[in-house]
């Protein structure tokens, strides 16, 4: 029966081949390709996994790398190429607004290794840390396609994975899957900072009461936030979603009905504030700049920090033990290496 399987396979492959123009060639490749494997996952804790490669992003002029070095009962965590924080791979993460202004994610003052071997990377002060927390899971991809698993950070194919074409990745790749956690609640802000003028949570619904706050107006809905100014004084209240114009440069109000409504409320940290929103379903994650992964463990918030330029801006809330499992794979140097080699890196 096995036998008379394989032949009539054998048989539609030939068919096939043979009808196929050349241009298709790389069509019936893939019938038989490794894209048909499972990478193998590795049995390596993220501590193993940082003392045994390099840890590498690929990302054109980012492309990235880190080592861990133990500093007596710590280690530190250097980034020994390119611009990209560690947090940043996965999240556009750039600062937590706390008591003391805004803590950089950048570099980790310190990390240390928790008991199932994940690493606890501590930022700003340390009597009063912003600790995030890094698993890696490795999976070993030799044979496999490296275009597979170049992604960005939405989990969409990124421009290295169109380069590779179906290059395969050698034998000892290795691919990491990253997960963080922030141990307690925070006030993320984005890598790039935009601006309300705002200085309080009553003159941000004020000012955003009668002229929309604009979301993303390319690429999705074009949707602006309309807080009712009923609320201006409160630590809660209530807002709606209205269709907005793509044509014009400030936020203007199509005059359509709004498509939806939610609710904010106010969040303090010393004397950093957010108004943090629960927005409603029909807007998606992307329409309000925030990844796909994020919309199950953060919220959108205009965030003041305590110190500096205290206006409000838009960034994220994180509840504690907020867990986000990134949808960009790191790499080992073995699997870097070919991919930096296939794309001209």
């Given amino acids: 029966m096995k036998l008379t399987k394989f032949a009539i396979s054998s048989v539609a492959a030939a068919s096939l081949l043979s009808v196929a123009p050349l241009s298709h060639a790389d069509f019936i490749s893939d019938l038989f390709s490794s894209s048909s494997k499972n990478p193998v996952e590795l049995n390596e804790t993220t501590v193993k996994i940082f003392e ?19 500093k007596g009962a710590r280690y530190q965590l250097t ?40 690493l606890r990377l501590s930022y700003g002060n340390p009597k009063a840390p912003v600790l995030i927390d890094l698993q890696l899971k490795a999976y070993d991809v030799s044979g496999m396609k490296m275009a597979d698993y170049l992604k960005n950070r939405q989990g969409n194919p990124s421009v290295e994975s169109e380069k590779v074409g179906s290059a395969t990745f050698p034998d000892g790749s290795i691919v990491y899957k990253p997960t963080l956690t922030f141990a307690n609640a925070e006030m993320v802000l984005p890598v790039n900072e935009n601006f309300t003028n705002a200085k309080s949570p009553k003159e941000l619904v004020e000012n955003f009461s009668s002229v929309p706050f604009c979301l993303r107006r390319h690429g999705g809905h074009a949707y602006g936030i309309v807080f009712d100014k009923r609320s201006a004084n409160a630590k809660s209240g209530t807002f709606e979603i209205k269709p907005v114009k793509t044509t014009t440069m400030f936020c203007t109000p199509t005059g359509e009905k709004a498509v939806a409504t939610g609710n904010w409320n106010l969040v303090s940290t010393g004397n950093s504030q957010a108004v943090v929103l629960n927005m409603p379903n029909q807007v998606t994650p992307f329409e309000y700049y925030m990844e796909p992964q994020e919309k199950s463990v953060s919220k959108m918030a205009f965030v003041s920090p305590s110190k500096g330029d205290r206006v409000f801006r838009p960034g994220k809330y994180f509840a504690k033990n907020s867990s986000i499992e990134g949808q ?18």
């Fill in 52 to 70: 045994t490669s390099p840890v590498w992003l690929i990302d054109g002029k980012n492309t990235s790398s880190w080592t861990l070095k133990k």
């Fill in 328 to 345: 960009r794979y790191l790499f080992n140097h073995v699997a870097a290496t070919a991919v930096m080699k296939a794309t001209g890196l």
């Fill in 79 to 118: 980034r020994t190429k390119g611009p990209t924080s560690m947090v940043s791979t996965q999240l556009d993460a750039g600062a937590v607004a706390r008591t003391a202004g805004k803590i950089p994610l950048l570099h980790a003052n310190s990390v240390s290794v928790n008991k199932d071997g994940t």
